[in-house]
């Protein structure tokens, strides 16, 4: 089992609507849980941060954490083209390492 | 610019030769990452140093990977003898000490060995 999965496909969503992305984890004793975004050729840039069960609000960007069901989500309000780029869940886990999913990629369609 | 530093920002080589990577962190933060990513994964941990020490190196790095930070400033990466499955986007990124400190990520380097 890997240690962070995010398994959907591209998203494709118009412009104005909202996206919305999960990442499931095994490691029970993460603490710490990020999101970035990429855009292609780019390097990952942090956009929001989550250690606490519930939800956290930054802008159009909201963070929802489940600790018990080991997920965690990331929801884009009003989503504009420049929003089309590929979101990647991260976990801080026992290991103080940070691990990486793969990646959804989402596409905002004018 | 106060991010993370990276160079080059690209590097083509041939198979069997050593290359070099150079990372400038952001001043003020004590640990220092280098991860690998290829075309439609996420990044993948190789090692990580807080200041001077490498605190850990991941089991899936070859014995020809290095990484130093002798001053617990800027690090070098060097790969030795390249092979053609090293080629990916390499990245930097540092952060303060603490469980919960976000990572901050360099440009990269993107090698290709032909």
């Known amino acids: 089992q890997k240690e962070v999965e995010q398994n959907s496909g591209p998203l494709s969503v118009p412009e104005g609507a909202i996206a919305s992305l999960n990442c499931t984890y095994s490691d029970r004793g993460s603490q710490s849980f990020f999101w970035y975004r990429q855009y292609s050729g780019k390097s990952p840039e942090l956009i929001m941060f989550?250690?606490?069960?519930g939800d956290k609000e930054d802008g159009r960007f909201t963070a929802q954490l489940n600790k018990a069901s080991q997920y965690v989500s990331l929801l884009i309000r009003d989503s504009q083209p420049s929003d089309s780029a590929t979101y990647l869940c991260?976990?801080?886990?026992?290991?103080?390492?940070?691990?990486f999913g793969k990646g959804n990629q989402v596409v905002v369609i004018p | 610019d106060t991010g993370v530093s990276q160079n080059p920002r690209h590097k083509i080589t041939k198979r069997g030769q050593n290359v070099t990577f150079r990372c400038d962190p952001i001043s003020e933060h004590n640990r220092l990452y280098w991860y690998r990513q290829t075309l439609g994964q996420g990044p993948e941990f190789l090692t990580y140093f807080q200041n001077e020490a490498q605190l850990e190196k991941s089991r899936l790095l070859s014995d020809r990977f290095s990484a130093e930070r002798p001053k617990g400033s800027f690090s070098t990466l060097e790969i030795q003898r390249t092979e053609q499955g090293d080629s990916a986007m390499y990245l930097c990124?540092?952060?303060?000490?603490?469980?919960?400190?976000?990572?901050?990520f360099g440009n990269g380097t993107r090698l290709t060995v032909t």
């Open positions: 990124a540092s952060s303060f000490t603490g469980a919960n400190s976000p990572l901050h």
């Open positions: 991260a976990v801080i886990g026992g290991n103080n390492r940070l691990a």
């Open positions: 989550i250690y606490s069960n």
